[in-house]
């Protein structure tokens, strides 16, 4: 499913970011393809980037003959940013379209497929589409072709199988930006005493189903009429007295459960799930007498119904104290909370600063300063400003000399912002090869360092692990970004042998991130397996841009399904305190 971006736009706009992004993509797609160098498809998806980060209306900022500077945009693709801005398309998308069939973009998209394999079956087998690639794979055809084998037919049938999945599920993100809407609206209708998000958006999952709603209200019918009857509703799939089932038009489905007032807490409960965790629950039930559902609590022996209206009153029953929706997974918490056992998970008000930003110093798109004040404005008492090392060309990463003007500059808005600070800190890239981007001697100069695989990835398990343990042993390096490489519904993660990565960086104290961007990286199985190891922990936002800063909260939800608690996260440290950890 296509991510909706937040992006700003005039009323009279001819295409937004988001499309002049996926334009400039598909050139550089196409361009590879073809079997261009590959510079050109490496700028043309620089460009892209900036322009979808960008938070204004790249288009409207043309037509208004004030075009914005962006990262890589030279004087040819600035000319087709004016071209996309003043017609909408662009003459050179559409000649490249005529010579690559889409099917052939729509191959490129199965995870672990490139350009050179959809170069090979286009040209050597006239495939152009993805059922035909998956007939050729299933077939056998592939392997016979000069540069493919066998497992490469395994791995595309694999590929294909996982990019259905990805399709069917929504981002985090997305989803919340979309009930958000839902439950504002509803929550204006007659009636309606109290409404809440339910289900694994609840629990916080990284990617969502069906959304479920539930609402406390008098009379069902009125809320149920006001979903059914919103301008975005398709069809509506199922309708009842307690209950209706929508599909948005451009969205997934929507289920809306009702409820009376006083039985508000054991819906809330058994509509949050999980599954193994409401089972959990009714097992201590029964225990005690009681058939526990959603309804409530009906003693056996009489056939009374028992109702509670807030959910630690049905908790409390059973003897336990409240557990946090993140953690209901059926995986120990409801025996940890009989025993008393159970965390205290970090929350968003612990936490105290972001340990990975950016700025337009290289792929950003805002202004150190910028950056600075909106996180001050956020709450936060500083951010480490990580930008980019020179090998990740892509980014404008960083020479000597730029790094020390840029240490002069946050020496300058550190005296100015104070009491918030900038630590100066880099995003220092993990070379194929296992050595770093910057000498020892230069990364003492910085404040935090941290360090992340992004180039490479096709190496074999054994060497990226030895990659990521080269990093974590390096005494100057004090976090590893996003340690897995996923980016979620879009790049699987890397197989390294994480028991020995999470025993390393717990001996030598190089923590592990938890990135809040559409990575969610590492993820909550992971990160709790990283925590149990030993290992220190950190919440990023991988922000680009002011509006990503609030990508810091899916971290934290990430840290909460891992089980973790404030201590163990550096990101709930004060400045001076994580500076003296990582030194």
Known sequence: MPRPRSVSRSDDAVISNADMARIFNEIGDMLEILGEVVYKAVAYRRVADAVERYPDDVAALFRRGEPPKLPGAGAALTAKLAELSETGSLEYHERLRAQVPDGLLDILRIPGVGPKTVRLVSTELAIHSVEALRAAAEEGRLRHVKGLSQRTEANILDGIARLARQSSRMLIHDADALVAGLVERLRDVRGVHRIEIAGSLRRRRPTIGDLDLLAAVDDPAGVIAALDGLREVDRVVAAGTDKTSILLADGPRVDLMVCPPDAWGTHLVHFTGSKDHNIALRGMALDRGWSLSEKGWKVIDTGELLLDAEEVDVYERLGL????????????????????????????????????????????????????????????????????????????????????????????????????????????????????????????????????????????????????????????????????????????????????????????????????????????SLARAAGRAGARLTLASDAHRTEELEQQRYAVDLARRAWLQPDQLLATRSADDLLELVR
């Open 321 to 524: 104290p409240w557990i946090p929706p993140e953690i209901r997974g059926g995986d120990g918490e409801v025996e940890a909370a009989r025993t008393g056992e159970l965390p205290t998970l970090v929350a968003p008000g612990d936490v105290r600063g972001d340990t990975h930003t950016h700025s337009d110093w290289t792929d950003g798109v805002d202004s150190i300063e910028t950056m600075a004040r909106a996180a001050r404005d956020r709450g936060l008492e500083y951010i480490v400003l990580t930008d980019h090392s020179p090998s990740l060309g892509i980014a404008r990463g960083l020479t000597p000399e730029r790094v020390d003007e840029q240490a002069v500059e946050i020496a300058r808005l550190n005296t100015e912002l104070a009491p918030f600070r900038i630590l100066h800190g880099t995003e220092l890239e993990i070379r194929a090869d296992a050595t770093l981007d910057y000498p020892d001697e230069m990364l003492a100069r910085f404040d935090v360092v941290i360090a992340s695989i992004h180039t490479g990835r096709g190496q074999p398990a054994e060497q990226l692990t030895r990659r990521a343990l080269a990093a974590i042993e390096n005494p100057h390096v004090d976090v590893i970004a996003h340690p897995s490489g996923r980016i979620v519904n879009r790049r699987d993660p890397l197989p390294l042998d994480w028991p020995r990565v999470f025993e390393a960086a717990a001996v030598h104290g190089t923590a592990l991130e938890i990135n809040g961007s559409p990575r969610l990286d590492l993820d909550d």
